[in-house]
């Protein structure tokens, strides 16, 4: 992926900006010829985030190593 335009169709475009006060909106766009697909997520609020925090840190208690948030959330790859 690439964080600027580029004319590979190889990379992947990923455009990222702050914009305060809004604590969060993401949008994720699949583009083609043909047509967009778009997903958008809005925090209200920073609760969320902060309570991923401390699902994170209780998880991580007690354990060594590295982890991922595949591991927090129990995700298994295919």
Known sequence: WV???STNPEEL???S???DPAPGTHHVRYTS???DIEI???AHN???FA???VLAAE???GKKGVFSMDDVLNLQGP
Do not use: Q
């Open 17 to 19: 900006e702050r914009i």
């Open 40 to 42: 958008i997520h809005t």
């Open 33 to 35: 010829e043909v047509d």
């Open 13 to 15: 475009f990923i455009a």
């Open 51 to 53: 309570l991923g925090a």
């Open 59 to 61: 998880f991580l208690a």
């Open 46 to 48: 920073r609760k969320g």
């Open 3 to 5: 964080n600027d335009e």
